[in-house]
């Protein structure tokens, strides 16, 4: 038996001050890749939608798409703790319909916890899954999955009021049994306040280096794409090496120098 790490232990991470770590991970290979490298959590992003599928946002990503996904997270790091990231309606149209969702991140792709976008409005919610044994982590500020009604992606919690409605979302989610809420796209004067109120962790993205933790998109760090948001910082120019290879196969292909002698079977 793998023995995995429980949400108990981020709360103790928070106290002795060990940041996390967290990216996301949408296959099998990339989960393994992430869990060598020592990555405390996985999330299995809505992310999926635009970084893999290539929808323009988050929305269209349904629950069947992401549990596939998530099954082969799981089967690539069997060891790490995997967050399942509820997608749009999967939680919003009703209760019953939300515990069912959840636990099929459980029951049916192995996760060890949920997540979803909202703050107050959402606590009965978590609290209702936190009651039938779903782990949930929250998540506050920019919500990606309210994009159309929020007019695009804008940083949130520049003005007083915004900032207060912020940190009392997420004192809402802790009091309602979240192990650990992200923060996304808040100032870091804010991000710093949120952790400091809360006794569980923060996992900030765009949101400064004094939450908890940090988690960002597998894609952005590896350099996957020709552009890397603000709040994303490019470790490897992996788009760049996939396009030079690729160039190398065609070329060689056309002028018949692959398959060589080493390449062949006699």
Do not use: W
């Amino acid at each position: 038996m793998i023995k995995r790490t429980t949400v108990n232990a981020f709360a103790k991470r928070k106290r002795e001050g060990e940041k996390i770590v967290m990216v996301t991970a949408y296959d099998a290979p990339t989960a393994a890749a992430a869990a060598d490298a020592g990555i405390d959590i996985l999330l299995v992003g809505d992310s999926l939608a635009p970084t893999v599928l290539g929808y323009r946002n988050t929305l269209p990503v349904t629950m069947e798409q992401m549990l596939h996904h998530a099954a082969a997270v799981r089967r690539g790091a069997p060891g790490s703790f995997v967050v399942f990231d509820l997608p749009f309606m999967s939680y919003q149209e009703s209760l019953e319909k939300a515990l069912h969702n959840a636990g099929r991140a459980l029951k049916e792709a192995d996760c060890d916890a949920v997540k979803l976008e909202g703050g107050a409005e959402q606590a009965a919610l978590v609290e209702a899954l936190v009651g039938a044994g779903i782990p949930v982590m929250g998540h506050v500020g920019l919500l990606p999955q309210r994009v159309q009604t929020a007019g695009g992606y804008r940083i949130q919690g520049r003005t007083p009021e915004t900032a207060e409605r912020i940190l009392n979302d997420a004192k809402a989610l802790e009091q309602a049994g979240a192990f650990a809420v992200v923060l996304e796209c808040i100032p870091v004067e804010l991000g710093k306040s949120v952790t400091e109120a809360l006794e569980i962790p923060t996992v900030g993205i765009g949101s400064g280096s004094d939450c908890s933790g940090q988690v960002q998109v597998m894609n952005d760090l590896i350099g996957l794409f020709e552009t890397t948001p603000k709040h994303a910082k490019r470790y490897a120019d992996v788009g760049k090496i996939v396009r030079e290879a690729l160039e190398n196969y065609v070329s060689e292909v056309k002028n018949g120098v692959f398959p060589d002698e080493d390449h062949s079977f006699r």
